[in-house]
């Protein structure tokens, strides 16, 4: 499977402000996606982000939010823009492998103060 | 810490017992199954998957079971060991294409030494 790192792994944030979390493939991998991890929940697909063309959102995400860009096939990134302390989750990326599989990167852990 | 697993069902085993986590599907047309755990400050991890032509796939001290009459899913776990101790979410395909998944609520696990 790849390996997937995520940067920053933590932030702490002032509400207002916004943030911009990278993932970096250790290989080209054709999809992308990032979800939103909320305390004691589960995961929900934010969107896909796709090589050379704006991401597909799911519902409830909208790109003035969550704008998202994937300039090639080793990394993306998810930018949480004006943010609340309802932004407070841990911020997965993932990429999918072989089998309709997906493989996860470590997350990054926001708190909106 | 974090809050991964807070509000989450929670199994306690004792440690060498084996462990059965259940899931509850929703959707008919998944063909597709997979089960990830994600210890406290990581992403969730590959665990085992199963599609829908089989009932039942054996890994490493793990199996997972596939019933489609009741659209239920089960982990279990054999000789349970504190390592075991995460939360593990079960994960299907649905009517999706393209390796995009649907998570289930999750389950935490803890195991008593």
């Known amino acids: 499977s790849a390996v997937i790192s995520q940067k920053p792994s933590r932030d702490i944030c002032q509400r207002g402000t916004s943030l911009t979390i990278q993932c970096q493939v250790d290989?080209?991998?054709?999809?992308m996606f990032w979800y939103r991890q909320q305390p004691g929940q589960s995961l929900t697909l934010i969107a896909t982000a796709n090589q050379g063309s704006e991401a597909t959102y799911e519902s409830g995400f909208v790109i003035d939010k969550f704008p998202i860009s994937r300039p090639n096939l080793t990394f993306s990134t998810l930018t949480v823009s004006n943010m609340s302390p309802e932004d407070s989750s841990i911020y997965l990326c993932?990429?999918?492998?072989?089998?309709?599989?997906?493989?996860f990167g470590p997350g990054t852990r926001l708190t909106v103060l | 810490g974090e809050n991964v697993g807070l509000h989450l069902p929670t199994l306690s085993v004792q440690e060498g017992d084996n462990s059965i986590i259940n899931c509850a599907y929703s959707n008919s047309a998944s063909d597709y199954f997979i089960w990830y755990k994600q210890e406290s400050g990581k992403g969730p991890q590959f665990i085992i998957d199963?599609?829908?032509?089989?009932d039942k796939r054996q890994g490493q001290r793990v199996t997972v079971l596939l019933n489609k009459t009741v659209k239920h899913l089960s982990l279990q776990i054999a000789a349970t060991q504190p390592g075991d101790s995460a939360v593990y979410f079960c994960a299907e395909n649905g009517e999706n294409a393209g390796n995009m998944l649907t998570f289930g609520g999750g389950t935490r696990l803890m195991v008593k030494p």
């Open positions: 993932s990429v999918a492998g072989g089998r309709d599989t997906q493989y």
């Open positions: 199963i599609r829908s032509n089989m």
């Open positions: 290989s080209q991998v054709t999809m």
